[in-house]
């Protein structure tokens, strides 16, 4: 029988006390049954519009704002991690790090250039309606960074939302990407499948420029910040945010049609 992702980080999970390693199985379970259809063939440009939007609404317009919310509340913080913080709000608000790739376009202005490049309006983007999941998980990350511990608020935002289930792989490779530029650029399922231009993915290059600092900064930098007084809580929220985060891709799929027999 053959073990499945759940099943395999929760077996980590029980085996290891570090602190680290429980964050890193719980980034391992940030797999979602809808993504092999969304980057496969058998989605129109319509169903990934749906999703589209409820990813710009829930978290890439404010991503800047969210981290911000953060930042202003670091009291008695190493400069090493104020500063690299403030360089990701940096980057995310103004493109200012990849300047050469976003030509000074906010992380926000590149998706929806990205999106502009398969054909969907912009207009589109600016009154969008929160799927109830979808909504549910925003009010999460708006309750965490308003409300709790800054490294609590810190540790959600650069570790959950900004990560992904490679973090494992990546951190094994001292932060390096886990393919070449040129090989995800080409294989990237919306310039494959649905002809998006390279010239239009701008934030893929530029995220691909900048995400391995912004790994390193929060499994290194951050994670010497956080007492071990908070590493419950820290675990809590997380496997709190992978709850809503999982229901937040299932209300996106069925939104699109999908339904959970797709995943045979």
């Not at 259809?37 to 978290?59: C, N, R």
């Not at 308003?146 to 792989?169: C, K, P, Q, Y």
Request: proline letters at 2%; one cysteine or more; glycine letters at 6%.
């Amino acid at each position: 029988m053959i073990e499945s992702n759940a099943s395999i980080a929760h077996h980590r999970l029980m085996a290891s006390n570090s602190f680290q390693e429980k964050l890193l199985c719980m980034m391992d379970e940030k797999d979602h049954w809808g993504w092999k259809i969304w980057t496969g063939p058998d989605v129109s440009k319509a169903q990934l519009l749906i999703h589209f939007h409820q990813e710009y609404e829930v978290f890439v317009r404010d991503f800047p704002l969210l981290l911000g919310r953060v930042y202003g509340r670091m009291r008695g913080v190493q400069n090493q991690l104020l500063r690299e913080f403030a360089e990701n709000i940096y980057e995310e608000q103004t493109g200012g790090l990849s300047a050469k790739i976003s030509k000074n376009l906010s992380h926000p202005e590149l998706f929806l250039k990205m999106m502009r490049g398969m054909g969907y309006k912009s207009e589109t983007f600016e009154r969008i309606q929160l799927l109830p999941t979808s909504l549910a998980y925003r009010s999460y990350l708006d309750l965490i960074t308003l409300t709790e511990d800054w490294r609590v608020g810190a540790a959600l935002m650069t570790l959950f939302v900004e990560g992904s289930r490679e973090d494992r792989e990546r951190l094994s490779k001292k932060y390096r990407p886990t393919e070449s530029l040129d090989s995800k650029l080409k294989n990237h399922s919306l310039h494959k499948i649905h002809g998006l231009k390279i010239s239009d993915m701008d934030l893929v290059k530029a995220h691909y420029a900048i995400e391995g600092s912004h790994r390193k900064s929060a499994w290194e930098t951050l994670l010497k910040e956080i007492p071990e007084h908070l590493e419950g809580q820290v675990l809590q929220v997380m496997k709190n945010a992978l709850d809503l985060w999982l229901l937040y891709r299932d209300g996106i799929c069925l939104e699109m049609g999908l339904s959970f027999s797709f995943r045979e």
